[in-house]
């Protein structure tokens, strides 16, 4: 062996030791401080932090069927061209959901939440009872993209019912 691949040893295990220091610290820190739960991806990508915070719409400015029906249900195009028939007409979401609605062709929104076939829920009821709709569903209005908070299993629903005072009552859940 020569006096030089001593050093030479030394500097690639020192290299090959602060390659390995620096994948760890960057794995770590994707871990740490990448968003992992960015939601459900739309086809029109549709922020709900733009629109309650910054703009300051409410939740039943879009989804007012809840005040009326079981069901929350999914804002019409309608809806949306309330505002986009004026506002931001020209950027190229905007004008895909403008494409949509002149075409009378509705969007195909990806759903985010589930609730089994067995089960029975009126957002109407919870609204009229001042049940916040971030209860259940998180703090939207600081999403871009909705995440699913809450796995709506049946042990989430008693214990909410148990905390405010509601029926536990299997006929109330299972119709």
Not at 88 to 113: G, T
């Amino acid at each position: 062996m020569t006096e030089t691949s001593f050093p030479l040893r030394r500097v690639s295990r020192l290299l090959a030791l602060a390659t390995g220091f620096l994948l760890v610290a960057t794995a770590l820190g994707f871990y740490y401080f990448y968003p992992r739960e960015i939601g459900m991806p739309q086809p029109i990508p549709f922020s709900h932090r733009i629109h309650v915070t910054e703009k300051k719409l409410s939740c039943v400015m879009c989804h007012s069927e809840v005040f009326d029906t079981d069901q929350a249900g999914m804002p019409s195009l309608e809806t949306c061209m309330l505002c986009h028939s004026r506002i931001i007409i020209d950027h190229p979401q905007i004008v895909r959901l403008r494409e949509h609605f002149y075409n009378n062709q509705p969007v195909a929104w990806n759903r985010v939440s589930y609730l089994p076939d067995l089960c029975f829920f009126s957002h109407q009821a919870h609204i009229h009872r001042g049940i916040d709709c971030g209860k259940c569903h998180g703090e939207v209005d600081k999403m871009d993209r909705v995440v699913l908070i809450n796995n709506f299993k049946m042990g989430f629903c008693v214990q909410c019912h148990r905390n405010e005072g509601a029926s536990h009552d299997c006929l109330i859940c299972h119709r």
